[in-house]
């Protein structure tokens, strides 16, 4: 056991971020119903990603993570999710068969439902109302009765993902996921962009390998016709994930039974805060976000609070610098985190260091600067002697028009056409796509 850890410890602690409930009994009534709910992950799937994070950790595996930036309730549709998990294992193709690594696919998904923000309350028009911070809190809309702090919502959390993983579980198993049958995960536009083109060839070369592998041994192989995909999203809501966190029933210890992979963000990753201490008594592996302004003893003393024992797969570092600070901020961290023999898995979020807001308000990410970053991450990750194991993406497989740039020239002027997201803007589905093939080739050449 953890010393002086409980599952309530984290209530002594300064926590960041947090909802203000008006009325503390609502609140106290809707976590007594949480914690009675079943799970929505077993310790079982959690030890196999945290084995699986250790194989990225030596090199024989890759981590792509992506989804939104915010899920929202009301895009708890078939289509939305489909075509997040298509465009996922479209990538993640791209990924294996070019860079010759398993790839561990886990999807910003399935509960990605709070958000931190820059401040407690938004003005428009003279009007001051609390931020939004996500469909488990408060609503996007901005009147008094949406922004409304409503423990209530933290149910509906729970159910939406709960809806979505169960869609997600029966995917993943079933025929859609068969690596025989990639053209279910074809998405009906876009036909004629390069990236389609270089796919669908990847997709005849696939056919090819696999019927020569059903010749030499016509046995059904089990792994090439179901594929695992996991769940990930910012730990925040203190009280909703501690609702989550259980004992497994074989006694292996706490866990988060909520997701797969909680990860503590930017802005909450203060060694002596809250959220530190709750997942630190918690068996899942973990992903951290490292901003620009992280030194390396801080890195250092999370690792040694939150791995102590130094356990493969345990800890992801997520840096998200934007193309600018990459140069500087990272070799430090790589350096400090050697010389301490701290063992990591390192991935890049090229997307949080990098958004900028138009004249006219809009949040949006440069396509070069993003890839810029990747590029030098790779660069960066080989010239200190580490691996870059992953990649972390805000992107969607619907047709928006959030970032600009890449293959198919969106510009500023295109932002309005299709602008869906509640909070930061993702890369659509062709975008996403190009930037699965200008990595695929790196992660075998680092
Ligand atoms: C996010 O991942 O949406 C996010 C807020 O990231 P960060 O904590 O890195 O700013
Ligand atoms: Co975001």
Same mark, same amino acid.
């Given at each position: 056991?953890?010393?002086?850890?409980?599952?309530?410890?984290?209530?002594?602690?300064?926590?960041?971020?947090?909802?203000?409930?008006?009325?503390?009994?609502?609140?106290?009534?809707?976590?007594?119903?949480?914690?009675?709910?079943?799970?929505?992950?077993?310790?079982?799937?959690?030890?196999?990603?945290?084995?699986? %994070?250790?194989?990225?950790?030596?090199?024989?595996?890759?981590?792509?993570?992506?989804?939104?930036?915010?899920?929202?309730?009301?895009?708890?549709?078939?289509?939305?999710?489909?075509?997040?998990? *298509?465009?996922?294992?479209?990538?993640?193709?791209?990924?294996?068969?070019?860079?010759?690594?398993?790839?561990?696919?886990?999807?910003?998904?399935?509960?990605?439902?709070?958000?931190?923000?820059?401040?407690?309350?938004?003005?428009?028009?003279?009007?001051?109302?609390?931020?939004?911070?996500?469909?488990?809190?408060?609503?996007?809309?901005?009147?008094?009765?949406?922004?409304?702090?409503? &423990?209530?919502?933290?149910?509906?959390?729970?159910?939406?993902?709960?809806? /979505?993983?169960?869609?997600?579980?029966?995917?993943?198993?079933?025929?859609?996921?068969?690596?025989?049958?990639?053209?279910?995960?074809?998405?009906?536009?876009?036909?004629?962009?390069?990236?389609?083109?270089?796919?669908?060839? =990847?997709?005849?070369?696939?056919?090819?390998?696999?019927?020569?592998?059903?010749?030499?041994?016509?046995? &059904?192989?089990?792994?090439?016709?179901?594929?695992?995909?996991?769940?990930?999203?910012?730990?925040?809501?203190?009280?909703?994930?501690?609702?989550? /966190?259980?004992?497994?029933?074989?006694?292996?210890?706490?866990?988060?039974?909520?997701?797969?992979?909680?990860?503590?963000?930017?802005?909450?990753?203060?060694?002596?805060?809250?959220?530190?201490?709750?997942?630190?008594?918690?068996?899942?592996?973990?992903?951290? *976000?490292?901003?620009?302004?992280?030194?390396?003893?801080?890195?250092?003393?999370?690792?040694?609070?939150?791995?102590?024992?130094?356990? &493969?797969?345990?800890?992801?570092?997520?840096?998200?610098?934007?193309?600018?600070?990459?140069?500087?901020?990272?070799?430090?961290?790589?350096?400090?985190?050697?010389?301490?023999?701290?063992?990591?898995?390192?991935?890049?979020?090229? %997307?949080?260091?990098?958004?900028?807001?138009?004249?006219?308000?809009?949040?949006?990410?440069?396509?070069?600067?993003?890839?810029?970053?990747?590029?030098?991450?790779?660069?960066?990750?080989?010239?200190?002697?580490?691996?870059?194991?992953?990649?972390? =993406?805000?992107?969607?497989?619907?047709?928006?028009?959030?970032?600009?740039?890449?293959?198919?020239?969106?510009?500023?002027?295109?932002?309005?056409?299709?602008?869906?997201?509640?909070?930061?803007?993702?890369?659509?589905?062709?975008?996403?796509?190009?930037?699965?093939?200008?990595?695929?080739?790196?992660?075998?050449?680092?």
């Amino acid at each position: 056991m953890l010393s002086n850890w409980t599952p309530d410890s984290w209530k002594k602690c300064p926590a960041a971020q947090q909802p203000a409930y008006a009325d503390v009994g609502e609140l106290n009534e809707v976590l007594a119903v949480l914690r009675r709910l079943p799970p929505l992950v077993t310790s079982w799937e959690i030890d196999r990603l945290r084995e699986q %994070m250790a194989e990225a950790q030596r090199r024989e595996a890759w981590v792509l993570q992506g989804g939104d930036c915010a899920e929202s309730f009301l895009d708890c549709t078939a289509e939305t999710i489909a075509s997040k998990i *298509k465009v996922l294992l479209q990538m993640s193709l791209v990924l294996l068969f070019r860079s010759k690594r398993r790839i561990i696919r886990i999807g910003r998904i399935a509960g990605q439902y709070a958000k931190p923000r820059s401040n407690d309350f938004e003005r428009r028009d003279g009007v001051e109302l609390p931020s939004y911070r996500g469909d488990l809190i408060n609503r996007a809309a901005f009147t008094a009765e949406h922004r409304h702090h409503d &423990p209530a919502l933290l149910l509906r959390g729970y159910e939406r993902a709960a809806l /979505t993983l169960n869609f997600i579980r029966g995917l993943s198993e079933g025929g859609f996921a068969d690596l025989h049958h990639p053209e279910n995960w074809d998405l009906d536009f876009v036909a004629n962009s390069p990236e389609c083109e270089k796919y669908h060839e =990847l997709v005849r070369s696939l056919r090819d390998a696999l019927a020569f592998i059903d010749t030499i041994s016509p046995t &059904p192989r089990r792994e090439l016709e179901r594929v695992d995909f996991y769940t990930s999203h910012e730990a925040l809501h203190l009280a909703f994930e501690h609702a989550l /966190t259980r004992q497994s029933v074989r006694g292996t210890g706490w866990y988060n039974l909520g997701t797969h992979f909680p990860w503590i963000g930017e802005r909450t990753r203060d060694v002596h805060g809250a959220h530190v201490e709750l997942l630190r008594g918690i068996r899942n592996p973990i992903g951290i *976000k490292l901003g620009p302004r992280v030194t390396g003893e801080e890195v250092i003393d999370l690792l040694r609070i939150l791995n102590p024992q130094n356990e &493969p797969g345990r800890i992801t570092l997520i840096h998200r610098m934007g193309h600018a600070a990459i140069g500087t901020a990272l070799p430090p961290l790589i350096e400090a985190v050697n010389e301490a023999k701290r063992p990591v898995l390192w991935a890049c979020d090229p %997307m949080h260091g990098n958004t900028v807001t138009t004249e006219d308000g809009k949040k949006t990410r440069k396509f070069d600067d993003i890839l810029g970053e990747l590029n030098q991450a790779f660069h960066i990750h080989r010239h200190c002697g580490s691996w870059l194991g992953g990649v972390h =993406l805000e992107l969607t497989g619907e047709r928006v028009t959030e970032c600009i740039g890449g293959s198919s020239g969106l510009t500023e002027d295109d932002l309005g056409a299709a602008y869906n997201s509640f909070c930061d803007p993702r890369l659509n589905y062709e975008q996403a796509m190009e930037i699965a093939f200008a990595i695929a080739d790196r992660i075998s050449q680092s």
